[in-house]
T-cell receptor, first 115, second 113 residues
């Protein structure tokens, strides 16, 4: 069964809305989680590294004020797309490694469509 | 870009044939992993090969790694229609404990029944 749960799986909303996506590790604690963005027919691009109890580390070109990350507990990281616009429409995926091991476990992704 | 390259971008084969996908990367690595993604879904881990390994098998999967050429290949033998998916290589290049992965561009495999 899934070890990382991502919710919601699909969001359609109006331009200007803020959208929160949750990523939960179900049977292990994750001090680190990763957020990716995937455009159609393209690969995964790392957006940010979510660190429990501290600030997220953002990749170059990713606006931290636009994509707010909160990793408030050892099993939950949230990504909030603030004031979303049509260009933010994409597939967002989270992942979490079990401490000290590879590979990573991925959520099932969130399809975000901004009208 | 640090992203790896995969070829072919798309591959269409008949059921029962073998499928080979190649991955090239740019930096030194700790390990290389292959993942599968069904359309509109998350990624599923297939196999991990460490930098000091040259070949690894798992069921119908065979992975090779050539660190001198910074390349890897994934072979799926006796393909099935259910193998239809996109396949990505990913490299773990940072220091121990980082877990950060860099993904290749992916190969879309279609297996025709």
């Amino acid at each position: 069964g899934a070890v990382v749960s991502q919710h919601p799986s699909w969001v359609i909303c109006k331009s200007g809305t803020s959208v929160k996506i949750e990523c939960r590790s179900l049977d292990f604690q994750a001090t680190t989680m990763f957020w990716y963005r995937q455009f159609p027919k393209q690969s995964l691009m790392l957006m940010a590294t979510s660190n429990e109890g501290s600030k997220a580390t953002y990749e170059q070109g990713v606006e931290k004020d636009k994509f707010l990350i909160n990793h408030a507990s050892l099993t939950l990281s949230t990504l909030t797309v603030t004031s979303a616009h049509p260009e933010d429409s994409s597939f967002y995926i989270c992942s979490a490694p079990r401490q000290g091991t590879q590979p990573q476990h991925f959520g099932d992704g969130t399809r975000l469509s901004i009208l | 870009s640090q992203q790896g390259e995969e070829d072919p971008q798309a591959l269409s084969i008949q059921e029962g044939e073998n499928a080979t996908m190649n991955c090239s990367y740019k930096t030194s690595i700790n390990n290389l992993q292959w993942y599968r993604q069904n359309s509109g879904r998350g990624l599923v881990h297939l196999i991990l090969i460490r930098s000091n390994e040259r070949e690894k098998h798992s069921g119908r999967l065979r992975v090779t790694l050539d660190t001198s050429k910074k390349s890897s290949s994934l072979l799926i033998t006796a393909s099935r229609a259910a193998d239809t998916a996109s396949y990505f290589c990913a490299t773990d290049a940072n220091g121990a404990g980082s877990y950060q992965l860099t993904f290749g561009t992916g190969t879309k495999l279609s297996v025709i029944p």
